[in-house]
């Protein structure tokens, strides 16, 4: 039950895109299409960006997308804006119902 | 709407014990599993344990395996998290999360409950 690995942060000014890795194993994220996003503000809950590797929920922006290759996952976000900047974290199924996440990534609008 | 509150939090000494709540509504409460994810100050989420809806079944995440017991009553519409020989390193907000019936994501969490374990 070792954490995904996200990078610290990353930052992008207005407009421009960005992509936050999250890498796993084979147990993980490598097994499974079933890797989440979740957007939370400070002092807020998690909210879900992405489902299902690649799936937006009702409401979220379509400038939010999943994907994923091999044992790595990754949500781009396109035409940043301000309201964007938050901690992102990706979460994988892990087998047997538990479920593990990354260890977050601040985004940082410039 | 979707709503899930949390209760029960507190300041606990190390190794006593503390039982939190989560009042379900909005959807039939029985019919999804349920999970607990927590979040230490400053640090990311981690998961902690999850129920499936009829109970039949509880999945823990090795740092509280036999000391915290995940529970439901769908009677009642809660969830249950007791938590047992506390440590300081169980201090967090703890967020109960409805799973999404399927796929293994969730779609919607409660506003969190602070846990704080000192002497």
């Known amino acids: 039950q070792s954490a995904l690995t996200q990078p610290a942060s990353v930052s992008g000014s207005p407009g421009q895109s960005i992509t936050i890795s999250c890498t796993g194993t084979?147990?993980?994220?490598?097994?499974?299409?079933?890797v989440s996003w979740y957007q939370q503000h400070p002092g807020k809950a998690p909210k879900l960006m992405i489902y299902?590797?690649?799936k937006r929920p009702s409401g979220v922006s379509n400038r939010f997308s999943g994907s994923k290759s091999g044992n790595t996952a990754s949500l781009t976000i396109s035409g940043l804006q301000a309201e964007d900047e938050a901690d992102y974290y990706c979460?994988?199924?892990?087998?047997?119902?538990?479920?593990?996440f990354g260890g977050g990534t601040k985004l940082t609008v410039l | 709407q979707v709503q899930l509150v949390e209760s029960g939090g507190g300041v606990v000494q190390p190794g006593r014990s503390l039982r939190l709540s989560c009042a379900a509504s909005?959807?039939?409460?029985?019919?999804?599993?349920m999970h607990w994810v927590r979040q230490a100050p400053g640090k990311g989420l981690e998961w902690v344990a999850v129920?499936?809806?009829?109970?039949?079944?509880?999945y823990y995440a090795d740092s509280v395996k036999g000391r915290f017991t995940i529970s439901r009553d769908n009677s009642k519409n809660t969830l249950y998290l007791q938590m047992n020989s506390l440590r300081a390193e169980d201090t967090a907000v703890y967020y109960c999360?409805?799973?999404?019936?399927?796929?293994?994501?969730?779609?919607?969490w409660g506003q969190g409950i602070l846990v704080t374990v000192s002497s």
């Open positions: 084979s147990s993980d994220v490598g097994s499974y299409n079933l």
């Open positions: 129920i499936w809806n009829d109970g039949s079944n509880k």
């Open positions: 979460c994988s199924y892990a087998g047997s119902s538990s479920l593990v």
């Open positions: 909005g959807f039939s409460f029985s019919n999804y599993g």
């Open positions: 999360a409805k799973e999404s019936g399927y796929s293994y994501y969730l779609d919607y």
């Open positions: 299902e590797v690649s």
